[in-house]
């Protein structure tokens, strides 16, 4: 990685004639129900570029969906990794435990807001972990219900699928879903305040008219879980007004309701914060994460409050891989990196770097309803010219013309009208600005 060029390069068309063949390839062996967002094949990356099978070098606003955020290959992650593989590979943490593992727990415990005693479970994917928060949480309180929330995303397994609320890709056809799961409102700032500007700008409202359907529909006596990202991710990056999540934890609080942040996509220095939580002061009971925590490598947690943690019955939690050994060593490198590193400061930067150009450009565009995020998970939510209709048609435009001009860019939200930025947090200024430029002239054309 370190011999990477830091340059955007289009050495080719996009996609290039080996991206091409293997497109083809692809169509004959994978299935095509799992989509790619660019027909470009990757060969090397780093710092803040992807370099592909064709010798194009793409800048990097994806960072993998904001699982290389310490930067791809990471010095001292290959180093942990490429150490550790020669040791061995596998024993099965529930057959012959090992160090790694133990270490992972303990820098999670340690990491995650609350001063209270904690524990630590190790799982392979975030779909996975969010799965056994839900089953730590519903045999803490012998509860059955689950609340999500508008828009969120929590995975594509079966319960996941439930928690998630978005049918069309993650849904349609795939029912039926686990029972026992229903969903509540979210403080969205942008469209709220479309109808009501106090719904908007004060969280507490918002949360007040959330409990009110938790009340009344499910009530509290059947319910063991609220899960909620504290930044929403595939939802559109939807930062809920201040107020909102501090009120619902207090709801939770009171009424023997486990409170599970989805630290998933926030986690890791992401957001500015080692914790998305942080930023509006709260301790949830159980803390999931996954994608940033290992460089790369599969690798998920669920981390709480030792009582709710240590409910489950010996055995009751697991599975063949969870904590891999290679995937521990590769989060105790990426824990450091973010720690020695100062990530958690360079995503403020980022973040500051990245509003300022962005409300700029919001300025002279009345295409751009909305930017907002934390740290380096910042988004823009397109819409129709002096309106705050969802443009998710410009929104495919802009970014397959930053695809052919070599910048990944991501989008997500309900309907499909959001740009979102995740870059590594290994990504130099001057690609970043320089990615952003790409975007402000193709969107200045389009
Ligand atoms: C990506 C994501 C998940 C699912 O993680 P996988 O590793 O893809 O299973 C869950 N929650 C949030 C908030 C996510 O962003």
Known sequence: MSTLEQSRLLATEIPGPRSVELAGRKTAAVSRAVGTTMPVYAQRAGGGIVEDVDGNRLIDLGAGIAVTTVGNAAPRVVDAVSA???????TCFMVTPYDGYVSVCEHLNRLTPGSFEKRSALFNSGSEAVENAIKIARSYTRKPAVVAFDHAYHGRTNLTMALTAKSMPYKSGFGPFAPEIYRAPLSYPYRDGLVDKELATDGEVAAERAITVIDKQIGAGNLAAVIIEPIQGEGGFIVPAP????????WCADNDVVFIADEVQTGFARTGAMFACEH????????VTAKGIAGGLPLSAVTGRAEIMDAPHVSGLGGTYGGNPIACAAALATIETIEVDGLVTRAQEIEALMMERLHRLQAEDDRIGDVRGRGAMIAVELVKSGTAEPDPELTKALTSAAHQAGVIVLTCGTFGNVLRFLPPLSISDKLLIEGLDVLALILADL
């Open 243 to 250: 107020g909102f999540l501090p009120t619902l934890r207090a």
């Open 280 to 287: 509006e002061g709260i301790e949830p009971d159980l803390i």
């Open 84 to 90: 550790q593989v020669t040791e061995f590979t596998h």
